[in-house]
């Protein structure tokens, strides 16, 4: 018995010594999520935690203040709960699948239960470029009906040579089943800097298209677009 003992906290041993806890906080002026401002283009803080094993298994929670009058009757929080499983499948190509669950307490719009969100998705990366595709496998942030919707998104990250900037942009696309008059297209560009100490900067333009006038009905709320164009900086520290 006394063997097996040791032997279980043996292989508990080299499991956390394989295994990395990390966290993050930060502040934004804005949170803009698949372009569309959450916060009803008011500033945010932000913070999570992170686990990641060799193995390439991982899990995380991430949080966020959000606008109680974009997300109706709620705490104005958002809070994600995520795991997947991430490896390199052919030399420099590496593959993301998991599931991406995102809880908004209290909060309803008054024709569904409430905005929760559950997607599942999957990502290949290479070098500076990825792309990734997510699918609701329930109602999309309170559409009625909305289960099956869409989001594909291709990113770009270039570190630029002999600086501590990093050049990023993204387009995403988004289609809501049952709801097509609710699609559209995101766009950003722009850098981070990494002030050291787990310490980073950045700041992105962003920019929407072809949102229809239901879309920006739907995206408007006390008589603010959230849809607009706008500058975003934000600051976060790791550790």
């Not at 993050?24 to 992170?50: E, F, H, K, M």
């Not at 190509?93 to 599931?99: A, C, N, R, Y």
């Not at 291709?154 to 809501?176: E, R, S």
């Not at 950003?188 to 100490?197: F, P, R, T």
Request: aromatic content about 12%; overall charge positive; cysteine-free.
């Amino acid at each position: 018995m006394k063997s097996v003992l040791v032997a279980l906290l043996m292989t508990a041993g080299v499991f956390a010594a394989q295994a990395q806890v990390t966290g993050n906080l930060g502040l934004t002026t804005d949170y803009r999520y698949r372009g569309i401002s959450q916060t009803q283009n008011a500033p945010a803080i932000q913070g999570g935690v992170d686990y990641s094993h060799s193995s390439g298994f991982y899990a995380g929670n991430w949080n966020s203040s959000v606008s109680s009058s974009v997300y109706t009757n709620g705490a104005g929080v958002e809070s994600d709960l995520y795991a997947g499983y991430k490896r390199e499948v052919i030399k420099g190509l590496t593959l993301d699948v998991g599931s991406m669950n995102y809880f908004y307490p209290r909060a309803t719009n008054g024709t569904s239960d409430n905005f929760d969100t559950k997607e599942i998705y999957a990502g290949l990366s290479y070098g500076i470029a990825s792309a990734k595709y997510s699918r609701s496998i329930s109602n999309y942030f309170g559409a009625s009906n909305s289960k099956g919707s869409e989001y594909i998104q291709a990113d770009v990250a270039y570190p630029v040579k002999g600086t501590k900037f990093t050049a990023v942009a993204h387009a995403g696309h988004t289609n809501v089943a049952n709801s097509n008059k609710l699609d559209y297209t995101d766009y950003n560009v722009g850098a981070s800097y990494d002030l050291g100490q787990g310490w980073a900067t950045s700041a992105k333009y962003h920019t929407n298209t072809g949102l229809t006038g239901t879309a920006k009905t739907a995206n408007t709320v006390n008589g603010q677009q959230l849809y607009k164009n706008a500058v975003v900086v934000g600051v976060t520290r790791s550790f």
